[in-house]
């Protein structure tokens, strides 16, 4: 049950609205450890969203370029757990989208302010194509691009709402995404902010 966004991706409104409190306390664990900060990408641009990560492998943007560590640069330890909340939403909306046995080791958490945006990309850094990333929205709303294979493809914009969780699998897996700037539409849990985290394999 769910909304096709592409042929091999699916939007699962609300599906992760009976879990918020556990995965809300999953974030904060996380950011004490690790906290929310804003990434030079190889560009020489700061980004406006602020990131961190848990799980075995985190993603890291610098001057040098784009990869996966094991430590967290600020701190040179490992990257914080992967909360239990974080990994059983996951597998269960994997399975809902059908990508059985989906075995996470990476999660990037995003943190979007009013006016924080993410330019289209694609996400190539992960070893394995084949497994599905879940994404879960928590927040404020925002509009989510999905391009195609080529960054001129035109994209459709779908609102990405608290609560809702996409999985993303097969073909669509390197399709071109990005997020608009966000509005300010403060949120009764969480105030103006948008809390974006992306379950992967990446190892
Ligand atoms: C967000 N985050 O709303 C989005 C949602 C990111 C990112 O794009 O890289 O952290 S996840 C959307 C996504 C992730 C991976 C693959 C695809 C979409 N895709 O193949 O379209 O903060
Ligand atoms: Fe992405």
Redesign the pocket.
Known sequence: GGVALGPQ?VVLRGFALPRVEALLAGVDAVTARSPFRHMETPGGYIMS?ALTNCGALGWTSDARGYRYTRQDPLSGQPWPDMPDAFVELARAAADEAGFPGFAPDAC?V?R?APGSR?SL???RNERDYSAP?V?V?LGMP?V?L?GGDARGDRASRTP?FHGDV?V?GGA????????LPLKDLPHPRLGSARI?F?IRKAG
């Open positions: 991706s969203v990037l995003n979007y993410l990309h694609q996400d990333i994404s929205s925002a989510f999905f990405l996409v993303w669509d897996r390197l399709r071109y995404h990005g997020v974006n992306t």
